[in-house]
Nanobody
Framework: QVQLVESGGGLVQAGGSLRLSCAAS????????MGWFRQVPGKEREFVAA????????YYADSVKGRFTISRDNAKNTVYLQMNSLKPEDTAVYYC?????????????????WGQGTQVTVSS
């Protein structure tokens, strides 16, 4: 049974930092491209960042480029999202996701496994 479990969310002031983690089990982690998405109530799930299987290539939404960093540790079956210079508009539930598609990056439909999400709230 595949499980993706996010952690590290919380309440932070604008300008602060958080590091999200997503621990994977039940799958060959290194065979999956990993992504982070976020969602606020009433809106579609939004792409945040993705990372290739080896970790050598990363992708970011324009809204987070230069502030967020995605990384992975295949030995620990874990993907991370370091979030710096947080803004109130970053407030959302953050989800990690796994895809077998080489081409998968920004489309949520390309990801087949999802975590339960972790809340990030940035106060002004």
């Amino acid at each position: 049974q595949v499980q993706l479990v996010e952690s590290g969310g919380g309440l932070v002031q604008a300008g602060g930092s958080l590091r999200l983690s997503c621990a994977a089990s039940g799958l060959t982690f290194g065979s999956y491209k990993m992504g982070w998405f976020r969602q606020v109530p009433g809106k579609e799930r939004e792409f945040v960042a993705a990372i290739s299987r080896s970790g050598s290539t990363t992708y970011y939404a324009d809204s987070v480029k230069g502030r967020f960093t995605i990384s992975r540790d295949n030995a620990k079956n874990t993907v991370y999202l370091q979030m710096n210079s947080l803004k109130p508009e970053d407030t959302a539930v953050y989800y990690c996701a796994a895809s077998t598609l080489y081409s998968a990056t920004r489309r949520a439909n390309d990801y087949i496994y999802w975590g339960q999400g972790t809340q990030v709230t940035v106060s002004s």
